[in-house]
């Protein structure tokens, strides 16, 4: 209403203040920025319309339910933030001792020239707030490495914790602490034009796992009893046209893969000519160059023979070892022990219908027909995976009701999709002896060419003429990861980064050479060359936060929190990396 905007307004031009009572006292390095009551509240589906679409409700629910704590708040902490706040994230934390300074204000949106000397923790926090008022924001004046040696239990409250431009050795203190309390952790560095995304956490799965493409679970190659007698009320010689051109592609290839069998001892196209000759026949049934609905049969006769079956990611997920489940075994572990026995007995090899249908040519009545056996079909398949989820729930001595029907037929929708991620702790991926993989990786040339630093424009005749020498570079990425991790050992052992001085450049160049070619050594790949150009690239950084760079890692770290927060897509797998000088990325697997 006009009313709350006014009130809105007035309160942002003169925040509230606040009584100087112990409270507030308590406060000189814990700090809240709160929105009035009717702000914090949600403003419904229209705010978040759009973002709605992608992930749902149930997603938006999540997000809204959601604690995050962000470690270090330069450029790519807010960046991060930023986009997480949009989202309508439920709460956020940030932990930074720093004061605003003149470097901040090159890079970092969220602070300005009023800014100098404060807290950039508070700063960010308040800015943060006017971009979205539901969202509640806090901010803890302390450094993340001190706050790890004193109070390690204050991540324990939170849903994630996101570490961003923290060293190495800091990083593995805090991996522990998480794992320990099943705190899923996110990391993002920038550094200079390259960057690093990684995550953290024991066992993540996913119900809704969105693929890029799906294959249509129709069920053409052996149709159920009601849906094979639906097919049979149709006649495909019917010399009706309207009728004809309106007949659901599904059943023209039902009743055209059963006259295949007829005449070929009960088997569908195998070979390749055969399945040339089964389209030319659907083709031959077409009565007029105007039937769309033959088309399209004809360009779907793949689902005849190309069986969604069990995935081989889906049966990794049936085969393990949680999957025999007990008391402590989570909802996601009792509902895939119940797949898989649907998938033996019920389902004949194959997984719970989703109930879903593509669009096609055909009359509303046939359509909504087909739509409805589908759906009764998957209604099914849910009753007979409940039941058995109910089972196993009694079996374990759990209350066979704490899993919703709800979480049971999404989880039967999307039953081929499911996925399980699991990341192997920090300090197993430091000391893993995987440089032979990476050596495979620094040998590998890009077949692509890019202009030589020389390359430029030369005048001719009043004309600009590029030169035509080229040269080929190698794969840089999996040299960048080094680096990275050689940088921090650098600042260890010097107190510095390389390049911080100009007058020691060349000295940092030799030294951050052999603290990488040691780094490359213990993981098991001596005798590998590392480029000297992006040795030297690496100290011209001098650790700089471009906000450019920022932005990039910050967009990413922001969109795998929201992947791991509402269980949908498929987050990174590995360490991701990402080289702003040529805007390439890689990840890398250990």
Same mark, same amino acid.
């Given at each position: ?377 998957? +209604?099914? *398949? $849910?009753?007979?995976?409940? @039941?058995?989820?109910?089972?196993? =729930?009694? !079996?374990? /001595?759990?209350?066979?009701? &704490? ?102 450049? +060349?000295? *940092? $160049?030799?030294?951050?050479? @052999?603290?990488?070619?040691?780094? =490359?050594? !213990?993981? /098991?790949?001596?005798?590998? &060359? ?61």
């Amino acid at each position: 209403s006009k009313q709350r905007q006014r009130q809105k307004q007035e309160w942002l031009r003169c925040p509230p203040q606040r009584s100087s009572s112990s409270t507030e006292q308590a406060k000189a390095k814990v700090g809240v920025v709160e929105a009035p009551a009717h702000f914090a509240m949600a403003q419904g589906t229209s705010k978040y319309d759009r973002q709605l679409r992608i992930w749902g409700n149930q997603g938006q629910l999540a997000l809204e339910k959601a604690s995050i704590c962000l470690l270090n708040c330069g450029a790519t902490g807010a960046e991060t933030l930023k986009n997480l706040v949009l989202a309508g994230i439920g709460s956020i934390t940030i932990v930074d001792a720093a004061k605003v300074e003149l470097a901040d204000l090159g890079n970092n949106f969220l602070v300005d020239w009023d800014s100098l000397g404060l807290s950039r923790a508070s700063c960010v926090c308040a800015l943060l707030q006017e971009l979205n008022d539901s969202v509640g924001a806090k901010f803890v004046e302390e450094s993340p490495e001190k706050l790890l040696e004193l109070n390690p239990t204050f991540f324990s409250q939170f849903n994630i914790v996101i570490a961003t431009q923290m060293v190495e050795s800091a990083l593995l203190k805090l991996d522990g602490i998480c794992r320990r309390q099943n705190v899923m952790l996110l990391i993002g560095r920038s550094y200079g034009l390259t960057g690093l995304v990684r995550i953290s956490v024991k066992e993540h799965c996913i119900i809704e796992s969105k693929p890029d493409s799906i294959v249509d679970d129709l069920r053409l190659h052996k149709p159920w009893r009601e849906l094979k007698r639906f097919a049979d009320e149709f006649d495909v010689k019917i010399q009706d046209s309207l009728v004809h051109k309106h007949i659901p592609y599904a059943v023209l290839l039902i009743k055209a893969a059963e006259d295949w069998k007829e005449t070929h001892g009960g088997s569908l196209p195998f070979t390749r000519n055969e399945r040339a000759e089964f389209k030319a026949l659907v083709a031959l049934s077409r009565q007029a160059d105007d039937e769309d609905n033959y088309k399209e049969a004809v360009s779907s006769c793949y689902k005849i023979w190309s069986l969604p079956g069990i995935s081989m990611e889906l049966q990794q997920i049936l085969d393990d070892n949680a999957a025999e489940v007990h008391s402590s075994s989570t909802d996601f572990w009792v509902m895939v022990s119940a797949l898989k026995a649907f998938v033996e007995e019920e389902g004949e090899g194959e997984p719970p219908l989703d109930g879903t249908i593509p669009d096609m040519t055909s009359l509303t009545e046939y359509y909504l027909n087909l739509q409805k056996i589908y759906q009764a079909r998957a +209604e099914e *398949d $849910v009753c007979a995976v409940e @039941a058995r989820v109910r089972n196993i =729930l009694k !079996e374990i /001595g759990r209350d066979p009701q &704490s899993i919703s029907r709800l979480t049971i037929k999404q989880f039967c929708k999307n039953a081929r999709n499911i996925r399980v991620f699991r990341y192997q702790a920090l300090a197993d991926e430091f000391s893993s002896k995987s440089g032979p993989e990476l050596q495979k990786l620094l040998a590998v040339e890009e077949n692509r060419e890019i202009p030589s630093a020389e390359n430029g424009a030369e005048v001719m005749g009043g004309e600009a003429k590029e030169k035509s020498n080229f040269s080929r570079i190698k794969n840089i990425n999996p040299t960048i990861y080094i680096l990275l991790r050689a940088v921090d050992r650098f600042a260890a052992m010097y107190n510095h980064y390389p390049g911080d001085f100009d007058g020691e450049f +060349e000295d *940092d $160049v030799s030294r951050l050479k @052999a603290i990488a070619t040691s780094v =490359l050594n !213990e993981m /098991g790949g001596g005798g590998t &060359s590392l480029s000297e150009d992006l040795i030297s690239e690496m100290c011209r950084f001098g650790a700089a936060e471009i906000h450019c760079i920022a932005s990039v890692i910050g967009g990413i770290v922001s969109q795998e929190t929201i992947k791991l927060l509402t269980r949908q897509f498929t987050p990174l797998s590995g360490t991701f990396i990402y080289n702003g000088m040529d805007s390439t990325s890689l990840v890398l697997h250990f």
